[in-house]
C-alpha cells in the first residue's frame, strides 16, 4: 500500500520569505501522480501544483514550485515569496496513474507572520 | 463554471440516526470520490463512483455506503450513526476515472456532527 508521510505538523515564515515544505512517499509503482493541495480555514481543497512521475522536470506554478526526487521519494513544495494568504494546511498527496484514489498525508500547518 | 457542490454544508446528528449527503460534481466530470477527514486520523478515502458503478472503496463498515446518479451527482450514507463518524466530508470530482486523469476538484464538504 502506498504511504504519505509529512515530518512538519508546523511551519513559519515571514511573509515575502521563502519556505520549504517536505514531503516523502512509498510506492512500488512506476506511473503515478504527486499533488499539493492547500486547505485554508473555508476548509476547500485547492490544488498548488501537480507532479507526473514520469516527467524529469520539476513542477512550477508562479510562486510555488516542487523538488521531485523520484529515487529518493520526496516531493518538497517550495513557496517563494510567501503572502499572508499562503497561511493554510498544506497535504501532500499521491494517486495511482490507475485510480482516482488520493492518499493523503498528515498535513503541515503554514503560519504566515509580518 | 460551477464548481463542486456540496449540500448540506453543516448538519447535526443523534447517535443511531442515518444522515445522507449530497455532492454535484462539475459539469461533465464523471467520477466523484468521497474523504472523511478528522482531526486523529486525517483524510481517508471512502469511496469512489464512476459512471453510476462503485469503482473503489476504503476501508470502512458496510455503515457507509454510496451511489451515483445518471446526471453524476452522487450521494453517501452512513446508517447507525457513531459519535466517531463526526467528521468534515469531502467530495471531490474528476473527469475520468485512473488512467489519464489528471486532478480532482474539491468541494467546501459537509461538517458532520454527532451527538
Known amino acids: 500500500a502506498q504511504t504519505v508521510t509529512q515530518s512538519q505538523p508546523e511551519m513559519s515564515v515571514q511573509e515575502a520569505e521563502t519556505v520549504t515544505l517536505s514531503c516523502t512517499y512509498d510506492?512500488?509503482?512506476?506511473?503515478?501522480?504527486l499533488f499539493w493541495y492547500k486547505q485554508p480555514p473555508s476548509r476547500q481543497m485547492i490544488l498548488v501544483i501537480r507532479?507526473?512521475?514520469?516527467?524529469?522536470q520539476n513542477a512550477t506554478e508562479n510562486r510555488f514550485s516542487v523538488n521531485f526526487q523520484k529515487a529518493a521519494k520526496s516531493f518538497s513544495l517550495k513557496i517563494s515569496d510567501s503572502q499572508l494568504g499562503d497561511a493554510a494546511m498544506y497535504f501532500c498527496?499521491?494517486?495511482?496513474?490507475?485510480?482516482?484514489?488520493?492518499?493523503f498525508g498528515t498535513g503541515t500547518r503554514l503560519q504566515v507572520t509580518l | 463554471k460551477a464548481g463542486v457542490t456540496q449540500t448540506p454544508r453543516y448538519l447535526i446528528k443523534t447517535r443511531g440516526q442515518q444522515v445522507t449527503l449530497s455532492c454535484s460534481p462539475i459539469s461533465g466530470h464523471r467520477s466523484v470520490s468521497w474523504y472523511q477527514q478528522t482531526p486523529g486520523q486525517g483524510l481517508q478515502f471512502l469511496f469512489e463512483y464512476f459512471s453510476e458503478t462503485q469503482r473503489n472503496k476504503g476501508n470502512f463498515p458496510g455503515r457507509f455506503s454510496g451511489r451515483q446518479f445518471s446526471n453524476s451527482r452522487s450521494e453517501m450514507n452512513v446508517s447507525t450513526l457513531e459519535l466517531g463518524d463526526s467528521a468534515l466530508y469531502l467530495c471531490?470530482?474528476?473527469?475520468?476515472?485512473?488512467?489519464?486523469?489528471?486532478?480532482?476538484?474539491f468541494g467546501q464538504g459537509t461538517r458532520l456532527t454527532v451527538v
Open positions: 498527496a499521491y494517486r495511482s496513474g490507475t485510480a482516482s484514489k488520493l492518499t
Open positions: 510506492t512500488s509503482e512506476s506511473d503515478y501522480y
Open positions: 507532479q507526473e512521475a514520469y516527467k524529469q
Open positions: 471531490a470530482s474528476s473527469l475520468n476515472s485512473g488512467f489519464g486523469e489528471r486532478e480532482a476538484f
